[in-house]
């Protein structure tokens, strides 16, 4: 079993910033993928961003690519989310999952483990 506790998000500012962490326990971090996704209001849940398990990798839906930037401290057990140039079509429910598979993957279906997530609102 892996546990994960995302934390960092709140309420901004159209165009500011906010980093979100997840901290992992359990088995070991470091031998897992791992990816955030998100949820808005009456829609389904959507695919952010991965990491490998070595942080060499990672791949970013377009909506959010230069403006959002995944890590991992495989020391620290964390990954991270740096959000830059919030819109307010960010807005939604973070998630951060964990995956065993051999390559990163984009399908939620393939995550094994899901924090409970932490709300992200940005408003105009």
């Known amino acids: 079993q892996v546990q994960l506790v995302e934390s960092g998000g709140g309420l901004v500012q159209a165009g500011g910033s906010l980093i979100l962490s997840c901290a992992a326990s359990?088995?070991?971090?470091?031998?897992?993928?791992m990816a955030w996704f998100r949820q808005a209001p009456g829609k389904e849940r959507e695919f952010v961003a991965t990491i490998s398990w070595s942080g060499g990798t990672t791949y970013y839906t377009d909506p959010v690519k230069g403006r959002f930037t995944i890590s991992r401290d495989n020391a620290k057990n964390t990954v991270y989310l740096q959000m830059n140039s919030l819109k307010p079509e960010d807005t939604a429910v973070y998630y951060c999952?964990?995956?065993?598979?051999?390559?990163?993957?984009?399908?939620?279906?393939?995550?094994?483990?899901w924090g409970q997530g932490t709300q992200v609102a940005v408003s105009s």
């Open positions: 999952a964990a995956a065993a598979t051999v390559i990163t993957t984009i399908v939620a279906s393939r995550y094994d483990y």
């Open positions: 359990g088995r070991t971090f470091s031998n897992y993928h």
